[in-house]
């Protein structure tokens, strides 16, 4: 796949959060709704600047990538870890890096700086300085209410440096990470996802192996994920319309359907049912709002007449 040089941009006001004072000259910030270049090149395909480990540095800076999975901590620092594209040197390909941008200095906190690296799992459950994901893009993410990262799944290696789809589920929390949940490997037998019993939380349900999947963190701190491109509990990849829900450890199968390529029910425009199910689908838009509650816009999926969306050309909406 192609990976393309990105111009990262944030709002100001956000910036205002993890920017300025200390560490150098702090960047000139936009008024009124406008956007400011805060840092990066203006052309395409730049290679990172690794600089030392754990060393924040105004010369540093993560390559050109695409797919990355992010996140705000407690204190409002911003976080990214890998997506697929450049290194400190060539070729492209999966990223494993760790990055944290504070007072306008990126630090790179673990990982490599070069692509293709498998993971190094550890204990299931046990926290480690050594412990570190395989390079992967197209993982779905979140983050909870103390600010602690987690990681699900995606494209990329794993502890064999083989590549595919993954099921791992990880935390990063004091400066570790935990490999919590999931398979460490891509062999077929540990993609397929096991569901249990509808609404129901057990130690041996886990997604299947999926990328491009959408999530959410309710204002409990659990974690939610939908769909994405993955494996089924029959083994079969395709796209999916499963919604779980992790808490206290567990996963639980909450709804949608247990085997891929689902037609949406749509019931009637604002009003909620049971019955009513997004079709099976991945690349869609999410938010959690002030509420708590959950959205989802478009995708690639499947519509109301199981009709795959961009087979016509144009996107769900």
Known sequence: MKSYGILIAVIASLILIGCGGGGGTAPAFAIHNEWAWIGGTNIVNQMGAYGTQGTASLTNVPG???YAST??????NFWLFGGYGESSSGPQGDLNDLWKY?????????????????GNYGTRGIAASSNVPGARYMAASWTDNSGTFWLFGGLGLDSAG????????WK???G????MRG???TASQNLVGVYGTQGVAAPGNVPGARFSASSWTDSSGNLWLLGGFGWDSTGTPGNLNDLWKYSAGEWTWMAGANVANQYATYGTLGTAA?????GSRFSAASWTDSDGNFWLFGGDGADANGIRCQQTGSPCN
């Open 172 to 174: 990063y929390s004091n």
């Open 102 to 118: 504070i007072k306008g200095q990126w630090t790179g906190i673990s990982g490599s700086n070069t692509v293709e690296q498998a």
């Open 183 to 185: 398979s460490n490997t």
């Open 71 to 76: 996140w705000t901590d407690a204190a409002g």
């Open 64 to 66: 050109a990538r695409t």
């Open 162 to 169: 083989t590549r595919g789809q993954l099921n791992d589920l």
């Open 176 to 179: 570790q990470w935990t490999w």
């Open 274 to 278: 049971p019955g009513n199910t997004p």
